[in-house]
């Protein structure tokens, strides 16, 4: 495969962390939890399948 050099960088400005931006206490961590429910519910329909 012959390699381009026309191809533009990508960009690697740094971006902010919202772990490190938000404070950490119970009512962000309980919230950010509930944020995550449908993600977990999809990893384990995924992960389930191929346990079948």
Known sequence: MERTHDEPEPDRTP?????FSEPADVEHC??????G???RAAAYDKWSEGSR
């Open 30 to 35: 309980r919230a950010d939890y509930e944020n």
């Open 37 to 39: 429910a449908a993600d």
């Open 15 to 19: 971006h902010e962390n919202s772990l």
